[in-house]
Every structure is written in C-alpha cells, then in structure tokens.
C-alpha cells in the first residue's frame, strides 16, 4: 500500500471529546490523518487531500496530471451540515453540479460529481483508477463514484461518505446488511430510526442522483466548500497512456509511471522545504527534463497559472478536447 503524505494531527476538540463527538464525526474518526473539528452547526474536516490507498493505477484517459497534498484546512476545511434539511424540493446532479465536490468520503476525499465537466462518465470513459479517483486540473485527487473499498475500514452499518448537505452516503445494503428497496430520484430514502440517507450504487449516478437536503449553489458548484490550489499550468489530455504505477518515495517524493506505446515513462516530483515543486519527466527515447513551480498565495489572481521557474517540457501528443476534465 502506498503511504500517504505527512499527516494531520486530530484536533483537540475531538479527540478530548470522541464519545460526545456527533453522529456524523464516526466514521471520519477511523481515519486518523484527519483534523476533526465541530460546532453546534458543522463538522469541520480538514485533510491533505491524499487517501491511504495507492492512486491513480489502471487511468488509461489521462490528462497528465499527478496527486499532491493540498491544504484543505483551517478556513480552507470541508464542512459537514451537522443539522441537515429537507429542501423544498431536490436539487438533481444531472448535467449540474459540474464543478467542485457534491460529497465528502469519509477519509477526507472529495467525491466530484460522475460526471465531468464535459458531461461524460468519467468512471465509464478510462478516466478513474481502480479507487474511483482521478486528478483534477490542480492536481487534486478526487473520487467520481462512491468510493465502496472504504466498507473494508468503517464497516457496512456505517456511512462511507457525507452528501454536501449533510445527509450520509451509505454501501450497497443498509447498515443491518439487509437489501437496499424504494430509493428516490436522489438514490436515497428514509427509514425509521435512521432517518433520511443515500445509497451508494454500482450504475449511474454512483454517488447521489441530487440532494435532497439543502444547499447554497454558486457558480455551478456547492458553496462554499475548499479551493484546491495549483501548482503547476494545467495539463492536456496524452492519448495511449496508461498508468501502471504510482509510489509514495517518501513524505516529500512521488512518483508516478506509465507506459505510452512501447515506452516507459515517469513523472518524478518533490516539495522542497522553500515550498519549490520540481518535477522530473522521464520521456523515455526523448530524454529528461526537470521543472520547478512556486505556487502562488492562495487568492492572487486565481486564473494566472503558477510561476514555472525553470525548464521546458519536451512536445507531447496532445489531442485534440474540448474541455479539460475536473
């Protein structure tokens, strides 16, 4: 199993208080990279963005970008409606909801809708690993279905992750290991004792088809929710690869390999103690080439690319797409 960058101490306000924490903190609890906090409205998750698992292996429609810890802390935290209410009337994610997270797994990853922002399935196009993860165009991993491997740590009767407005995303059967039956548009239902809650499910729409609780939409996406921060210009698609590949060399070192054709490649990079990105490219025939990135402070001019310090990437195929994918 790849291990998974510096970890996030759990925050006080749980770890004094774990048999008071609320319902919706349990299963969060089982993973301890997790910074946990909670108010009488919210629980805060805060995480490096990086799941336990190996990521990335099986993509065969990649668009060359790679997992790296992003600082979903602080004021830049997921959070969680510990208090959640019916809307009027649900929100769908058909076709809606293409940017951003619509869920939050219960190891600190966000689920994207299945979706991308094309309006294809990304789970049924090559774009996701064995994990149901991909990368997004700030190198943010992120699930596009319900990650189910997750029932092997927190156990079928607890909830694998949390729908954005609150209401827990639960396996294939219900806690008690009985047949899931009568799920609504939003693939979920209520249950006496349980309450309102979503099943996860192995056809579309995989995660929740809409949220029944309710949400504040802006600009395409739920809001508010974390902002992923780039490193480096985003990437383009790289037709012919496939990712066989990916170790976690230490804390600060990743690399990621390939194969494209006959070749092997490999994308190497480390985060240097002056907060420098450098990546390594293995091109195979076509020789090595190393770049640096210094990320910009998140909030300045959000749709500048990050400063590349140094060296040029050799020409890749680059076919032709419409619109990069989340």
């Known amino acids: 199993m790849v291990s998974q960058a510096p970890a996030l101490a759990i925050a006080a306000a749980v770890v004094a208080n774990a048999a008071n924490a609320p319902a919706t903190a349990k299963s969060f609890l089982l993973f301890p990279n997790l910074e946990l906090k909670f108010d009488r409205d919210h629980l805060y998750v805060g995480s490096n963005g990086l799941p336990a698992h190996p990521m990335m292996i099986g993509i065969t429609n990649w668009q060359q970008q790679v997992p790296l810890p992003q600082n979903y ?8 409606p510990l208090n959640p209410i019916p809307a009027a009337s649900p929100a769908m994610i058909d076709d809606r909801f293409l940017r951003g997270a619509i869920a939050l797994a219960v190891n600190g990853i966000p689920i994207f809708n299945p979706q991308n922002n094309r309006g294809e399935i990304s789970y049924e196009i090559g774009e996701l690993d064995q994990w149901g993860g991909h990368c997004g165009r700030a190198d943010d991993y992120h699930y596009h279905i319900a ?74 996406q739920v809001d508010p929710q974390p902002r992923a921060q780039p490193v480096r210009p ?27 054709g006959a070749d092997q490649h490999s994308i190497s990079y480390t985060i240097k103690p002056d907060n420098v990105y450098e990546f390594t490219y293995d091109n195979s025939t076509a020789g090595t080439t190393t770049e640096s990135y210094t990320p910009r402070p998140r909030g300045q001019d959000r749709n500048r690319p990050p400063r590349r ?15 990069p994918t989340n």
Do not use: M
Not at 309 to 323: C, E, L, Q, V
């Open 73 to 80: 802390t602080g004021d830049n935290a997921w959070r969680i």
């Open 147 to 220: 990650p189910l491997h997750l029932q092997n740590t927190v156990g079928k009767g607890r909830p694998i992750a949390f729908a954005l407005d609150g209401y827990p995303i639960y396996g294939l059967t219900e806690p008690d290991g009985s047949a899931v039956r009568n799920l609504d548009a939003c693939n979920g239902h209520h249950q006496p004792g349980l309450g309102y809650h979503y099943h996860a499910s192995n056809q579309y729409p995989y995660v929740i088809g809409g949220f029944h609780g309710q949400i504040n939409e802006v600009e395409g």
């Open 309 to 323: 310090d140094a060296g040029t990437r050799p020409p890749r195929p680059t076919p032709s797409s419409p619109k």
């Open 234 to 260: 985003a990437a383009t698609p790289l037709r012919g690869a496939k990712i066989t590949k990916f170790e976690a060399i230490n804390p600060t070192t990743y690399k990621l390999s390939y194969t494209l």
